[in-house]
């Protein structure tokens, strides 16, 4: 097996063990030199794991002393990793890898897939001491319906890092914060795990987005090729921590016009996330 065998795999296998298959099952550390330009409406998952048109609301801070709250809220977080494995594992299989940059670009992507599967593993550990099991609420595909439209490698970054990962920064953060604040210091230390991840991966994409963008700004560059209907106003939470996004190496000015950027976002725009 090789690491597009292992990226079908994680879209395709329908069960958790296969979501979760750790890269060092491969016997060769390389791709496929064989690009596909492969459409997959979505992702396999086994039925209890596979999409649902339910909404639930998301539960107020007020009520994280509640275990199922608490584990709606986890279940959520989960969805985001799976969905999060998913989408960057189509990236492997579905964009070129020609040159020597987008060639170290994939080995990073596969180092990023194996924080998210921590992630997952440890949502879903937390879950079960709580009673509850990844599936026992329904998971959306709102991530998944934007990855399945991108065209190239730049703007699953833009989508990707500096949006959906950028907005992490802040929620991990912020319910690392209220986790703590109803005594419960197991999920925020996961909470925390996951905030210093994503610096790591908003800095992937901030990097390799600069060597690309030629003669433009970063911020300006970012907004060309995010694709519509995202805008930058889904690359915050609730509250904006400017020094995550600095220790991710965004540039000063990029951080500044993606703070006072305002938008018809309304999760940016509540109290309550």
């Known amino acids: 097996m090789n690491l597009t065998d292992w990226a079908n795999e994680l879209v395709k296998g329908e069960c958790l063990k296969s979501k979760l298959l750790c890269v060092s099952e491969c016997s060769e550390s390389r791709f496929s030199k064989k690009q596909t330009r492969l459409q997959i409406d979505l992702p396999g998952r086994e039925r209890r794991l596979k999409f649902s048109e339910k909404k639930l ?10 275990n199922e709250k608490k584990a709606l809220a986890l279940h959520s977080f989960a969805n985001h990793e799976l969905l999060a494995i998913e989408m960057m594992a189509l990236a492997l299989i579905k964009f070129p890898h020609q040159t020597t940059e987008e060639k170290e670009l994939k080995m ?4 990023t897939i194996e924080d998210e599967q921590k992630h997952l593993k440890l949502y879903i550990h937390r879950l079960n001491e709580l009673g509850f099991e990844l599936g026992d609420f329904p998971l959306n595909d709102y991530f998944w319906r934007r990855m399945n439209g991108l ?3 730049q703007e699953f970054l833009a989508s990707m890092s500096l949006t959906f990962e950028s907005a992490n920064l802040d929620f991990s953060l912020y319910y690392s914060k209220i986790f703590l604040e109803h005594g419960d210091n197991k999920t925020a230390n996961i909470m925390d795990v996951v905030f210093r991840d994503e610096i790591k991966h908003v800095a ?4 390799y987005l600069n060597l690309w963008k030629r003669e433009r700004s970063l911020w300006d560059y970012y907004q060309e090729i995010l694709p519509f209907p995202l805008t930058p106003a889904r690359a915050k939470g609730t509250f904006f921590d400017r020094g995550s996004r600095e220790k991710a190496g965004l540039p000063q000015d990029f951080v500044n016009k993606l703070e006072n950027y305002i938008g018809d976002f309304q999760i940016t725009n509540r109290r309550q996330w």
């Not at 609301?57 to 509640?66: D, E, R, V, Y």
């Not at 992937?204 to 990097?207: D, P, V, Y």
């Open 151 to 153: 065209e190239t490698i």
């Open 204 to 207: 992937l994409g901030a990097h």
């Open 57 to 66: 609301k998301f539960p107020k801070k007020n009520s994280f002393h509640l």
């Open 108 to 111: 990073a992507i596969v180092s």
